[in-house]
């Protein structure tokens, strides 16, 4: 198992994700010998999971099941432990097309949080790329770096414990694309410039205020980048609904007189059930304004 690999069977120090349901699932470390506890009853470690191929369903203690199933940066955004607040699915896709990440691309990113996007985009990456990831809380990077080995991913990212708006990203001319997801993102504009390569690269910014847009966006172009431009990601869910109705009566088929047929009867009173779905009035949720650059070759 590897977060950028797929395996067919799990094995023992997979990590795996445990599906009770669509709004309920966990991560769990697979240890031969040890065993989790659902609300359906416990999984034993050895007899339940290692050597049972990925998406099987796994039949509990008290006589529940749950699904196993293969990682993905999907399922571990969703599933993680939180240190921080964390980029979700909506921004994470913007983010990874808008900076043109492509296998064999070479990123930094700061802070690294708690990884939710870098694990994005060492998927992304995979399996010549590298993703450079600064964070200045000593224990968010150890503990990135620890899951980065657990995922089997520690080859494709290096982890720096630094403030990245004093010292950068330890990177010079190599980067294609650079990410900010800290309180003062201006402040490391001039080290984002530093790290992308001479041809020229991306960088986006994240900000849950306006105000730090705009300072910037100030520093942004004041440094050179160009193509400057900031969005908001809203995810609209629609409702889908079964409802009842009323099959429309046109009346009779005027072109039936022409040969002389008996008009058919018009339907009465009859209805069709079909599903409709209804989009949300108010969207609630603002997660924060993605601000993208590029750095053009000089
Ligand atoms: C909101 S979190 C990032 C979440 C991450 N994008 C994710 O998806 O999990 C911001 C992180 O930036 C770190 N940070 C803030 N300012 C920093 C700086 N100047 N240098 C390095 N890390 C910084 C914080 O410690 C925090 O862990």
Known sequence: MSFVEYSDAIQDGDVIIVYLSHDSMMPVRVQRGAQTQTRYGAIRHSADLIGKAYGSRVTCSKGGWVHVLHPTPELWTVTLPHRTQ???TPDIATITMMLELKPGSVVCESGT?????????LRTIAPTGHLHTVEFHQQRASRAEQEFREHRVEQLVTVRCQDVCRDGFGVTGAADAVFLDIPSPWEAVGHAHTAIKRQGGR????????????????ALAARGFQDISTLE????VHDVRTVSMATPDFGPDPSADDVGEAPPTPAVNQSVTVKTTTPPREIPGHTGYLTFATKPRC
Not at 113 to 121: D, E, K, R, V
Not at 203 to 218: D, G, K, Y
């Open 203 to 218: 960088a986006c910014s994240f900000s849950p205020c306006i105000e730090q847009v705009q300072r910037t966006c100030e």
């Open 233 to 236: 990601v809203l995810l609209r």
């Open 86 to 88: 964390i980029l979700y």
């Open 113 to 121: 949080g708690s990884g939710s996007l870098s694990h994005a985009i």
